[in-house]
């Protein structure tokens, strides 16, 4: 079994700055995909940004230019750097990765974070 720890929510004015940290336990063998997603009360979850084991990223056009995803492989962990934050932006953040366990029963695991909220608001 694959376990996230997300940290790193809080309460920031507009225009502030946020990072948060998603870091996986367990038999790993590999992550293949990390991704945040977040979910605003009274509306679906959305993808927020992604990255593949190769590092192509992939971003939610309402947080291109402000929001950076990154990954750390020797740490299994996955960060979203969250820049010139808008109201907009309040929401209950969840991390997500893809893979695959090690060991004799192996396979392959979707694991999601706990959530942190992150609140923007003056």
């Known amino acids: 079994q694959v376990q996230l720890v997300e940290s790193g929510g809080g309460l920031v004015q507009p225009g502030g700055s946020l990072r948060l940290s998603c870091a996986a336990s367990?038999?790993?063998?590999?992550?293949?995909?990390l991704g945040w997603y977040r979910q605003a009360p009274g509306k679906e979850r959305e993808l927020v940004a992604s990255?593949?084991?190769?590092?192509?990223?992939n971003y939610a056009d309402s947080v291109k230019g402000r929001f950076t995803i990154s990954r750390d492989n020797a740490k299994n962990t996955v960060y979203l750097q969250m820049n010139s934050l808008k109201p907009e932006d309040t929401a209950v953040y969840y991390c997500?990765?893809?893979?695959?366990?090690?060991?004799?029963?192996?396979?392959?695991?979707?694991?999601w974070g706990q959530g942190t909220q992150v609140t923007v608001s003056s």
């Open positions: 997500n990765m893809r893979g695959r366990t090690r060991g004799l029963w192996a396979s392959d695991f979707a694991s």
């Open positions: 367990g038999s790993i063998f590999s992550i293949n995909t």
């Open positions: 990255i593949t084991s190769g590092g192509s990223t």
